[in-house]
T-cell receptor, first 115, second 110 residues
């Protein structure tokens, strides 16, 4: 069964350092999402791509976060510089077309700890 | 900000019992989805109910939706230890991607 791949699974970094996460969605899925999940809370959307275009990055802290999906397939989320408050689980998800009622498939996530 | 709020925040039951979780939301929706998350893992889609539906079943899962009260419930019948997880409702308002609630942590004791 096709799955969303994410790496690394765990990342420990010091504050002010740069960190990057990678996501490979299910083949053929046009829509890709990055979520941040703080312990004990639900996921919150950071950025949504339709193919290679950003369709929603209203909740992305653009002073330190950036995301790209250059060829409309895999995606990278970067944080520079990392802050203590960035410690969280970063989840990638994909869906076929992003239409209403579209089921999202999630990857296993990257657990980030900023020290 | 989170659209949905689950109730209770935590639930502990014995194997074989039924588990009921509730979700309330604030704005009109196109559909509502339920997801499960095992500890430290990604989310798995369980069931989707559209705004014009009132009840939906999938195996041991039963979901209801009351749009007049802006609420939904997830019932897991004959629970198993493997059902231990966090359960999230997520609303699709048509404006942007899904908005998740804060989750219910279910513990099923063997």
């Amino acid at each position: 069964e096709a799955e969303v791949a994410q790496s690394p699974r765990y990342k420990i970094t010091e504050k002010s350092q740069a960190v990057a996460f990678w996501c490979d969605p299910i083949s053929g899925h046009a829509t890709l999402y990055w979520y941040r999940q703080i312990l004990g809370q639900g996921p919150e959307l950071l950025v949504q791509f339709q193919d290679e275009s950003v369709v929603d990055d209203s909740q992305l802290p653009k002073d330190r976060f950036s995301a790209e999906r250059l060829k409309g397939v895999d995606s990278t989320l970067k944080i520079q510089p990392a802050e203590l408050g960035d410690s969280a689980m970063y989840l990638c998800a994909s869906s076929l077309a992003g239409d209403r009622g579209d089921e999202q498939y999630f990857g296993p996530g990257t657990r980030l700890t900023v020290t | 900000s989170q659209q949905g709020e689950e109730d209770p925040q935590a639930l502990s039951i014995q194997e074989g019992e039924n588990a009921t979780m509730n979700c309330s939301y604030k704005t009109s929706i196109n559909n509502l989805q339920w997801y499960r998350q095992n500890s430290g893992r990604g989310l798995v889609h369980l069931i989707l109910i559209r705004s014009n539906e009132r009840e939906k079943h999938s195996g041991r899962l039963r979901v209801t939706l009351d749009t007049s009260k802006k609420s939904s419930s997830l019932l897991i019948t004959a629970s198993r230890a493997a059902d231990t997880a966090s359960y999230f409702c997520a609303t699709d308002t048509g404006r942007r991607a899904l908005t998740f609630g804060s989750g219910t942590r279910l513990q099923v004791q063997p």
